[in-house]
């Protein structure tokens, strides 16, 4: 499974990376939700996890778009 994982607090988001690939899952942590954006596309996940409060576009916004 391809899990992508955003969050505006790197430590969260790595500590989230560190669990899903200790599983034997395929993560991407982003810290910033526009670049979010462009990776979605390329990394081509499976499920996302996304922090709801994060400064510009919020998870809300983003899990729309």
């Known amino acids: ?5 955003i969050d505006d607090n790197p430590d969260v988001c ?4 560190r669990l899903i690939t200790h599983l ?3 993560a991407l942590c982003l810290c910033d939700s526009q670049q979010a954006l462009t990776e ?3 990394f081509n996940p499976d499920i996302a996890l996304i922090d709801i ?3 510009g576009l919020n998870g809300w916004d983003l899990a729309e778009r």
């Open 40 to 42: 979605a596309k390329r």
């Open 1 to 5: 499974m391809r899990v992508l994982i």
């Open 14 to 17: 790595r500590m989230h990376e």
């Open 53 to 55: 409060c994060m400064p």
């Open 24 to 26: 034997g899952h395929d």
